[in-house]
């Protein structure tokens, strides 16, 4: 058994890995080999949409080979990105996302430090309860929250529903449990003698958490930061059920309800907008991904 | 600069007693070191005169005021903690004005305390450097900077020197002695090893159990321990406690080991034994020095015998002898020269002018 691998293992492989093992070049190998797998899985509905977005509708529909574009054109990009109402989409995205993740924040990171410094009667219980929170899916909630909106809109005649504000109430019940959640791992990786150090040397609760605490869990509070973003952008569930008017609604359900007319798929053109819209956290997501799995795994390992 | 006063503290965690009322007066500029094994409550104790625990019964005060219920930032103090516990993104001159800058203090008198500080520790250079920059040594010298610029009232020191490595706490230890006697701030200072309490402290509070054993000088410590716990605590190698009994013989008193072995008291010491029952258990307390060869001419209370060593550790300056006295080990300091070798015979002499008698069962020195 032994002499047939090492047979197979060759001189010149040694060569090549110096001193790591056989095993470590096996493992490197098997997880090549799934990687390449999950990057053709995954980057293969980008691609075939990249195509798409470069036909004309003429194209789709005619029966070419749909892996490769004969006549490729930007009519799709142009019409999408001179449409006052694919921009309107844009912006309220834009606008929505930046305000939740400001509200998410705002709350969250406050929320976490008490959770997880200010030992406070049912603290404990509390954090766990936010992390349920999170369990619950949108699904089961979207029906109940509507009945809701719809009475306070009743009795106070504050109009909540198809206007695109009502998100702002809405998706931080998504994106502020579970960024609480990664920051309470995140504050409790910090030594407790940095917070009495901060205590002794005159700092209030508040001072330790802005002077001390946020500066120190930065990574863990743009981990967070693009989670919040990521869920308020593509969040498809809630903005589809609340809102309605054209110019209320928010790309990925704008998208759907104005690109499909009845049984007509403008294909080109929800396929640019897909890419578009995706546009957006992809580039965040390059400028801060060291920090972004920094923070996931502090969290993950002490939290 | 203010003297702190602990009357009856006591710290309870719901059923458990931590402290179980400690009265301590710390004089204005002393340098008072709590020493006791883990879990003997001497953190707790430090923390609640820090005022990071709340204390559940008892007073404390600093400066003559009753600081019970005042949060640690009103109470003056500066803290030193085991593990540094420096602001890892400020710059050592951001960490060690840290405190004064919340306080709003002039940027000018900011920047010359500190750079004080940093001059008394050595670490000018440093001062724009990160906490990750900087050597564990280095590290604790800005961890003491950051509680001299604040000029408080006491400095409470939380085993600053158990992260680092045997030689650098030797250096730092004399480090911390020079920093008070510059600036004679009243220090509290917790340790678990005897020789940092013994070499930094003013006055020494050895804690067991929640409680105080004894509070003395050093050299009160160790020549005159208050019970069983201090004298074995204080002191390297420990002191040898081997079974004995009182006896009466030919009109004088006498102090028996074992069958064969039994000294005289020297008067001094007879007349202050002459009290104890002779049928208690008692122990034998000597010091290792106090067991030594045996000299060619006799001294008063200088009792010889005969043994055979088991084991023998020379360290240069002198040798450690293990030998065994009815079961008990014993450990004896002679000189390198006077030939002891494992397993060899040899004989001993015991200094009974340094004798202390402890009652076996209570624990107590007589």
Known sequence: MTTVTIDKAGPTRKAKYGSMSRDRTWALRWSYFFLVIFAIFSLTPPIYMLITSLKSSAEISAATNPWWVFHPTLENYVGLLTSNQFLRFFWNSAIVSIFVVTITMLISVPAAFALARMRFWGSTVLATGVFLTYLIPETLLFIPLFKMFAVIGDWTGVQLINRWYVLLILYPTLTVPFCTWIMIGYFASIPKELDEAAIIDGASWFQTLTRIFIPVAFPGIIAATIFAFTVSWAQFLYPLVFTTSTDQLVMPVGIITTLIKGDVFNWGQIMTGALLGAAPPLIIYAFLMDYYIAGLTAGATKG | ?366
């Open chain 2, 1 to 366: 600069m203010a003297d702190v006063t602990l009357r009856k503290v006591v710290k309870r965690y719901d059923e458990v007693e931590a402290v179980r009322g400690i009265d301590l007066d710390i004089a204005d500029h002393e340098f008072v070191v709590l020493v006791g094994p883990s879990g003997c409550g001497k953190s707790t104790t430090l923390r609640m005169i820090a005022g990071l625990e709340d204390i559940s019964d008892g007073d404390i005060m600093i400066g003559g005021d009753v600081v019970n219920d005042v949060p640690p930032k009103d109470r003056d103090i500066a803290m030193v903690f085991q593990n540094y516990a420096l602001y890892p993104h400020m710059t050592v001159a951001e960490n060690m004005s840290f405190g004064l800058r919340l306080k709003r203090y002039p940027k000018a008198e900011i920047k010359s305390r500190v750079d004080e500080a940093a001059r008394m520790l050595d670490i000018v250079e440093l001062v724009d450097r990160k906490p990750k920059q900087l050597s564990g040594g280095q590290r604790q010298r800005v961890a003491m900077g950051r509680a001299i610029v604040r000029n408080p009232k006491v400095f409470l020191f939380d085993e600053p020197l158990s992260n680092l490595d045997a030689k650098l706490r030797v250096q730092m230890r004399i480090e911390i002695k020079k920093v008070h006697q510059k600036v004679r701030t009243t220090t509290v200072y917790v340790t678990h090893d005897q020789v940092e309490a013994m070499t930094l402290a003013d006055r020494v509070v050895v804690m067991n159990h929640g409680r105080i054993e004894q509070i003395g000088t050093p050299n009160e410590l160790y020549h005159k321990p208050a019970t069983k716990f201090v004298a074995s605590f204080i002191g390297s190698p420990a002191m040898n406690f081997i079974p004995c009994r009182l006896e009466d013989l030919a009109g004088k008193l006498h102090v028996r080991l074992t069958d064969r072995v039994v000294f005289p008291l020297p008067p001094a010491r007879a007349a202050r034994y002459q009290g104890v029952p002779r049928t208690d258990k008692l122990l034998l307390g000597l010091r290792p020095e106090h067991i030594t060869e045996a000299k060619p001419h006799s001294e008063p209370g200088i009792e010889t015998f005969d043994t055979v060593l088991d084991v023998t550790e020379p360290m240069g300056m002198e040798t450690l002898i293990y030998f065994t006295m009815e079961g008990t080990q014993v450990c004896g300091r002679v000189n390198p020269n006077a030939g002891a070798h494992d397993g060899g015979p040899l004989r001993l002499a015991v200094d009974l002018n340094n004798m202390h008698l402890l009652n076996e069962v209570t624990g107590v020195v007589l």
